[in-house]
Antibody, heavy 114, light 107 residues
Framework: QEQLQESGPGLVKPSETLSLTCTVS?????????WGWIRQSPGKGLEWIGS???????EYNPSLKSRVTISVDTSKNQFSLNLSSVTAADTAVYYC???????WGQGTLVTVSS | DIQMTQSPSTLSASVGDRVTITCRAS??????LAWYQQKPGKAPDVLIY???RLQNGVPSRFSGSGSGTEFTLTISSLQPDDFATYYC?????????FGQGTKLEIK
């Protein structure tokens, strides 16, 4: 069974870019499935951000599409999230997960504040 | 967009009770539904996928049913470890839409 671990800064300034990486162990990203990002904030509950396939094919939540980029590095078995022009509304716990009801990472709190 | 609506938002129950949580989809989703359990400070864990398939390691007191637009999660006999928040999720190959959650509290 796959295990996932998020990493990245816990504090980001307004208008800057939030960057997180997810490292997958116990399963090769090249073997299949989409891999995605989800966030959880008190105001908006659980929100799917976007997903990527090992080929690089991506799908994004339309409400965030203009600010989101997800990329994959199969050599490191990692995928990454960039969310640009962040505001306080982007403060949340960010999770990486295998799509289609797969396992999740433990989550990382990202606070947007100056 | 498909919307997922859970009820109730909060449920008070006692150890040993049988409880049911309902999730409704705004349009038919077949059996592309998962149930998650989340405890404070932890990530959600998959309990049920494909509406009724029990994830490996999940106790058999948990069961899921339904198809189309109406789904239920049943816990046959509540245990102390079961008091948590439960979410339903419509999922497809690459995305997912979540219900707003049901907080299961000790009565």
């Amino acid at each position: 069974q796959e295990q996932l671990q998020e990493s990245g800064p816990g504090l980001v300034k307004p208008s800057e870019t939030l960057s997180l990486t997810c490292t997958v162990s116990g399963y090769s990203i090249r073997s299949g499935f989409y891999w995605g990002w989800i966030r959880q904030s008190p105001g908006k509950g659980l929100e799917w951000i976007g997903s990527i396939y090992h080929s690089g094919s991506t799908e994004y939540n339309p409400s965030l599409k203009s600010r989101v980029t997800i990329s994959v590095d199969t050599s490191k078995n990692q995928f990454s999230l960039n969310l640009s022009s962040v505001t306080a509304a982007d403060t949340a716990v960010y999770y990486c997960a295998r799509a289609a009801a797969g396992n999740w990472g433990q989550g990382t709190l990202v606070t947007v504040s100056s | 967009d498909i919307q997922m609506t859970q009820s109730p938002s909060t449920l008070s129950a006692s150890v040993g009770d049988r409880v049911t949580i309902t999730c409704r989809a705004s349009q038919s989703i077949g059996t592309w539904l998962a149930w998650y359990q989340q405890k404070p400070g932890k990530a959600p864990d998959v309990l049920i996928y494909q509406a009724s398939r029990l994830q490996n390691g999940v106790p058999s007191r948990f069961s899921g049913s339904g198809s189309g637009t109406e789904f239920t999660l049943t816990i046959s006999s509540l245990q102390p470890d079961d008091f948590a928040t439960y979410y339903c999720q419509h999922y497809d190959t690459y995305s997912g839409t979540f219900g707003q959650g049901t907080k299961l509290e000790i009565k």
